[in-house]
């Protein structure tokens, strides 16, 4: 037997669960269905693929079993199991992208909203730890060649060890903590406890979850029940189920497609931002299924990157079970439903926009600079895309605004939606080039995500109405008897224009009048087609 020590992350993630910041204890059930369900799923897919594999397949399930006596519950699976090697890595480290991250924020924040963010996470297995004080795991992955149990308290330490007659799959047992412990914690042993947790968050699942012989979920997908059978309940368990998000889903989006190639979907947009939204290796793509069988996770042939916050299962009548990812980026059938999933996702949001005014702010907080690299890479869309964006803005100190809004309230003569990308809110509101249009009373879009920078470069106009940037070019706001004034006048300075020219030669390309100011001197513009300050220390930052 071998003891080893939980990394650093994984012990403070433990500790967390220990002394439970999170109040629904009921929840670890769920998760270790979960976990037997994902390991059914997997067992299933690799016997697809590998015919020659020596497991029975015919009889996938989870099997609860508990014991009052000794105060211990079991769940079993007899799914794909673990090598010794995955224990030691999948149980006692955690792998995941923005764990430090996670720890940190975690601290930041008050124990009320830190179970908002443990549910974003996601902690899985870790949860047994909310109502048991010792937790043992046996498991046995088909190609190997002997089982491992694996036993912690969930303290530093856990040890491991080889076993030779462990079944295929893996059961885990929770030692469950004394009853008068000051958490007061209902008796998971009871059968009727048991069922009622099952049925509450785990109906869903497509395997039979067995009780005392007795199979105690309803197995229906929900996809596949009538829209209006279903409850927000079962919506919402059924998301965290496949977002491992804790939080209920902002939106549900339903879609069926019959005909030549029938279809049914169930897609969700979130109330808060997944956490590794932003980081290089995020995860995008919904579940994919075939006439309700789990084919595989994260199908980036369905959704676009941009839309990588959309969750959610599309479920194929027509597709062979054992498709490839390299079948799906071929298949001309795939390519078209993507197409409408993305319209319909698009067409949600829309939606949310007109009557739900609130959640659609919030979601527009959360993922909208994600929404914002689809004008970049999906020229289809490009409309509906600028449609449902919206921009901070000098008409409002706080209040974002649409394009249709802000072309609603454009001025008499007024041709341009203009616009001025920098660092900050302030930085752009204390810009020179801002002058001109202030007392000009035209309004313009603050931009100030990096994404903002590159987009305006390539969306010209959004409803016939071009783009400009205030800090670009010639802006052009001069009536013509102020133009023909103006030019008078550079006549009149021609001698100095040409001088102040030569001794900045260095730094400036051309020395101009200019009618764009009111009360500062002087300014630095970009030609129209130069980069701005903003993109160009991007670049520098990226290292080119
Ligand atoms: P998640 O399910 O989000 O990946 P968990 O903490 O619930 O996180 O589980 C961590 C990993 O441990 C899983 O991804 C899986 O690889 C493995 N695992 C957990 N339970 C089982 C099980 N019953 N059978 C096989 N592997 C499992
Ligand atoms: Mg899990």
Known sequence: ?????????????????????????????????????????????????????????????????????????????????????????????????????????????????????????????????????????????????????????????????????????????????????????????????????????????????????????????LWARPASEVTEEEYAEFYRHISHDWNAPLETIRMQAEGTFEYQALLFLPAQAPLDLFMRDSKRGVQLYVKRVFIMEDCAELMPEYLRFVKGVVDAADLSLNVSREILQQDRQIQLMRRRLVKKVLSSIKALQSSRADDYAKLWREVGAAIKEGLLSDFDNRDAILEICSFASTHSEDALTTLADYVSRMKEGQEHIYYMTGDSRSAVEHSPHMEALRAKGFEVLILTDPIDEMWVDSVPSFDGKPFQSVAKGQVDLETDEEKSANEAKAAEFADLLTWMGEQLAEDVKEVRLSSRLTTSPACVVGDAHDITPTLEKMYKAMGQ
């Open 1 to 221: 037997m071998e003891t080893l020590e939980f990394q650093s992350e994984a012990r403070q993630l433990l500790q967390l669960m220990i002394h439970s910041i999170y109040s629904n204890k009921d929840t670890f059930l769920r998760e270790l269905v979960s976990n037997a369900s994902d390991a059914l799923d997997k067992l299933r897919l690799e016997s697809f693929r590998d015919k020659d594999m020596q497991v029975d397949v015919d009889d996938l399930h989870i099997v609860i079993e508990s014991d009052p006596a000794e105060r211990t519950l079991t769940v079993r699976d007899n799914g794909i199991g673990m090598t010794r090697e995955d224990v030691v890595r999948l149980i006692g480290t955690i792998a995941k992208s923005g764990t430090a991250e996670f720890l940190h924020k975690l601290k930041e924040q008050q124990s009320s909203s830190a179970s908002d963010l443990i549910g974003q996470f996601g902690i899985g297995f870790y949860s047994s730890f909310m109502v048991a004080d010792k937790v043992t795991l046996v498991t046995k992955f088909p190609h190997a060649e002997k089982g491992v149990r694996w036993e912690s308290t969930g303290e530093s330490t856990y040890t491991i060890e080889d076993v030779d007659d462990a079944p295929q799959g893996t059961s885990v047992t929770l030692h469950l903590k004394p009853s008068d412990d000051e958490d007061k914690l209902p008796d998971y042993t009871e059968p009727a406890k048991i069922r009622e947790i099952v049925k509450r968050y785990s109906d869903f699942i497509t395997w039979p979850v067995r009780l005392g012989g007795e199979e105690i979920n309803s197995r229906k997908a």
